[in-house]
């Protein structure tokens, strides 16, 4: 179960951030009513909600999950006595792989430092996106990416091993449409990955049930569990239907203003 989420609200100049698709500008008024939405949708799924201010140093900081991975152990998985935080959890801050946005770290290592007595951090020559990183229950999906390299992944995949849980390295550098890994696929749950076609035959998803993304519906794949529902994007009708029939408690989120800055769902929290 998630406890607490962190997040950030979108700036005068969000539309200033990178984007590598052309949806068009986003309009700020309406960015934030969807954001506003998408807070109270987590408060619904019982999180308490830390809600930072706008850093117009960073037109991206709304996209908070690219900046850390944090270890909640919702499923006990974190053997006693390798975790770095009482309750079981343990932080480690990214290193983003756009120049823009590394330095968004520094600003939520003092947040995180609330919550976690230590915070671990990506160092050079690595980079690592948060939106490169799954977790499925004790395992994680590490992307290698334009944002993740080898050298963040493998200092991840040690940090995480560490600590009880295992990795392994999905390189979707020649995967078209999709900037992170959690672009293109999210778990829900029960084994279940949610994938979009191009990475329905990686041989690591082999023992998951995959839930796949019909063509043209490839923005729903970014989807996120939390704790007894799941939020979806609105507009995707074909998943929206699946994941009612699997009988999922939905709720379905307007995400245009985040889309056209290639922002997900997963992007917008960080969750633990
Ligand atoms: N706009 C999100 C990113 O490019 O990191």
Not at 13 to 28: F, H, S
Not at 90 to 101: C, D, E, K, N, V
């Amino acid at each position: 179960m998630f406890k607490h989420a962190i997040t950030r609200q979108p700036g005068a100049n969000y539309q200033d951030g990178l984007t590598t698709v052309d949806l068009g500008v986003p309009d700020l008024e309406k960015t934030l009513l969807e954001h506003s939405g998408y807070l109270t949708a987590l408060k619904t799924c019982g999180l308490a909600v830390l809600e930072l201010e706008p850093d117009l140093r960073f037109p991206d900081g709304t996209f908070v999950e690219d900046t850390a991975i944090l270890l909640s152990d919702p499923q006990g998985t974190c053997p006693q006595g390798t975790c770095s935080s009482p309750n079981g959890g343990a932080a480690i801050l990214t290193r983003p792989g756009a120049q823009s946005r590394l330095d968004e770290v520094s600003e939520m290592k003092d947040t995180l430092l609330a919550f976690f007595p230590e915070v671990a951090q990506i160092s050079a020559p690595g980079t690592l996106d948060g939106g490169d990183i799954c977790e499925a229950g004790s395992h994680f999906f590490i992307g290698i990416s334009l944002r993740t390299n080898q050298a963040g992944a493998q200092q991840l995949a040690a940090w995480l091993v560490a600590r009880g849980y295992s990795a392994s390295f999905i390189d979707i550098r020649q995967v078209a449409g999709i900037l992170h890994l959690k672009s293109g696929i999210s778990y829900i749950g029960d084994n279940r990955l949610v994938v979009i076609d191009s990475l329905a035959g990686h041989p690591d998803f082999k023992g998951y049930e995959l839930i796949r993304v019909v063509p043209g519906e490839e923005y729903a794949a970014n989807c996120i569990r939390v704790n007894d529902y799941v939020l979806i994007a609105a507009g995707f009708p074909k998943f929206e239907a699946t994941l009612r029939k699997l009988g999922y408690k939905l709720l379905v989120l307007d995400m245009s203003e985040f889309q056209k800055m290639d922002g997900g769902l997963s992007c917008l929290s960080l969750r633990f």
